[in-house]
């Protein structure tokens, strides 16, 4: 006959902590895995965003420095302005499309600067504007806000005379930057 101690259940019950331990750890790990896919394929999809409203932009603002769009509004407040419904920027802005994405873009007077010549041969003045630009994608709902300032030959504004030094100003981009919403 063989002398076992009586175990009464002891070691299947460490065994089954010992399982329950490894199948939580497990399920940690799955979830941290596919939150890591989703958060890959989010950037992914920002990226691309990115990279098409940035060509959009420089597009759009060549066509604004040439000449201005009728998509002009008053100049608004960044969060009002994208915290404004699809609706608002279909009635508002110029727009245009691609295969994948479509935009609109409003552009806002900022000032006309007397001191700052943008050719000097002709006496043209500084007119400054900021464009924003809302790109979405057609399928699904990521968007990019991009805003950029910009200036452009004045059309008028000699009627001010320069009170400071004069210095040249170069015409198109002055800065950009991604809008957060």
């Known amino acids: 006959m063989l002398r076992f101690h009586r175990q009464n259940g002891f070691v299947i019950l460490i065994v089954l902590v010992f399982m329950q331990i490894l199948i939580l750890l497990n399920w940690y790990v799955i979830n941290n895995v596919l939150l890591l896919t989703r958060f890959s394929k989010n950037m992914a999809v920002h990226d691309l965003l990115y990279h098409?409203?940035?060509?959009?932009?420089?597009?759009?603002?060549?066509e604004v420095v040439s000449n201005l769009p009728d998509c002009l509004i008053s100049?608004?407040?960044t969060d009002l302005l994208i915290a404004q419904p699809l609706t608002w920027w279909k009635a508002q802005s110029c727009s245009g499309n691609s295969q994948t994405f479509k935009y609109y873009y409003v552009v806002e007077p900022l000032a006309v600067?007397?001191?700052a010549i943008v050719d000097p041969v002709k006496k043209t003045i500084a007119s400054w504007f900021r464009l924003t630009l809302f790109l979405y994608l057609n399928k699904g709902n990521a968007r990019i806000f991009l805003?950029?300032?910009l200036v452009r030959p004045s059309t008028g504004g000699a009627e001010q005379p320069c009170t400071g030094s004069h210095h040249t100003v170069q015409v198109g981009r002055q800065s950009s930057r991604e809008l957060d919403y």
């Open 75 to 77: 100049f608004t407040d």
């Open 147 to 149: 805003q950029s300032t």
């Open 52 to 62: 098409q409203a940035k060509c959009v932009l420089t597009r759009v603002e060549a």
């Open 113 to 115: 600067d007397s001191c």
